[in-house]
């Protein structure tokens, strides 16, 4: 099997996270090294359907690992979610003699390399989001530079929330995920963090809390809000009416997913994407690279997709106990 893998082809889909470019740069460079041809596929499965497919030398990633944002751009294609989008997509493949694929994305991303992988594309994806949402794995690339850019943009709101003794809500990405949320909350003691998994709409209870901080005498109410609830601006109206205390709401919105990737991202990445090509190498197809338990792995793409993750009970009640 493994002698049949001469081309691989590589891609970039949903959001980008920072550390993509260290991907592909890896995964070029590690097929090079084993004799195989790399082709890039630009902007996603929509850039697949389009035939926008490059050759790739060691040269195509030079320059690019500190780089955030990804060099093959990236896309969000309706098409490929249906039969007729996905079967034009492994005949493009074919046409391009591209016999391995990897796909670096999220969730919705390693849909599409599974509906490939049963077209006879051998696909693998490699986790590639800000979000930390995908749940076979413990890490996806791109959160650590997307916290710490929230952190570090979050301390600087806190400096100007304390010498006003004002409330500040401030949004941090995460559509269906509280990660980010939740390791901000905790690194940037928050007051109060509201996440898709576990908040009630219980808006009562932040404006009793917000009361009785300012009573303690605290200087400010930091209150991290995930996307995925969103209406930061219409809570701190209210939050402002029923508390008295001036309040201000800050989206941080792409910021987080730009800039240049840490060194744990550029690290995951770097061996992610070497160990997907080792997987096509082996023959293998429809699976997805994850890291767990302080060990790279792999799984079947669909056992991957039926896992179940949630937010870490211990770590969300040690980051209310330290709200003090
Ligand atoms: P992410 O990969 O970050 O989760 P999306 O959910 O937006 O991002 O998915 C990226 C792309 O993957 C979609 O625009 C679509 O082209 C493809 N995709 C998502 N779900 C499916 C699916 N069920 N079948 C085929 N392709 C899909
Ligand atoms: O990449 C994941 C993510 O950043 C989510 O946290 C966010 O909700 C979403 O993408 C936003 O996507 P966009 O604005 O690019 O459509």
Redesign the pocket.
């Known amino acids: 099997m493994s002698e049949q893998i001469r081309t691989i082809g590589v891609l970039t889909s949903?959001?980008?996270?920072p550390g993509m470019n260290a991907a592909i740069r890896a995964v070029v460079r590690t097929a090079i090294s084993k004799g195989l041809k790399v082709k890039g596929i630009m902007r996603g499965y929509a850039g697949l359907l389009n035939e926008e497919i490059v050759d790739m030398d060691t040269k195509s990633v030079a320059d690019i690992i500190q780089r955030g944002g990804t060099i093959l751009y990236t896309a969000?294609c309706e098409e490929f979610r249906t039969a007729e989008g996905q079967k034009k997509g492994a005949e493009i493949c074919k046409k391009h003699g591209i016999d391995g694929l990897v796909v670096i994305g999220?969730d919705g991303s390693f849909q599409g390399a599974q509906k490939l992988s049963h077209l006879g594309i051998n696909t693998i994806g490699v986790p590639g989001?800000?979000?930390l949402d995908i749940a076979c794995t413990d890490y996806t690339i791109?959160f650590d530079t997307?916290v710490n850019t929230a952190m570090e943009a979050i301390d600087k709101i806190r400096d100007t929330s304390t010498s006003h003794e004002r409330c500040s809500i401030i949004e941090v990405?995460?559509?269906?995920?509280g990660y980010?949320a939740l390791w901000c909350g905790i690194a940037n003691g928050a007051e109060d963090i509201l996440l898709p998994e576990k908040y009630d709409g219980d808006e009562q209870r932040l404006i009793n809390h917000i009361k009785e901080t300012r009573k303690k005498g605290k200087k400010h109410h930091i209150v991290i809000n995930a996307?995925?609830i969103g209406k930061s601006q219409e809570l701190a109206a209210k939050i402002e009416k029923e508390t008295g205390m001036e309040t201000r709401a800050t989206i941080l919105?792409?910021l987080?997913?730009g800039g240049s990737p840490t060194c744990k991202d550029r690290v995951y990445a770097s061996v992610m994407g070497a160990y997907a090509v080792d997987l096509l190498k082996e023959g293998k197809s429809n699976r997805v690279v994850a890291y767990s338990n302080g060990k790279y792995i792999d799984y079947e793409i669909d056992e991957a997709l039926a896992m179940k993750k949630d937010i870490d009970e211990y770590q969300f009640n040690v980051s209310r106990n330290l709200a003090r």
């Open positions: 949903g959001g980008d996270a969000r999220g989001t800000i979000d791109g997307a990405m995460g559509r269906n995920a980010i996307e995925g919105g792409h987080q997913r």
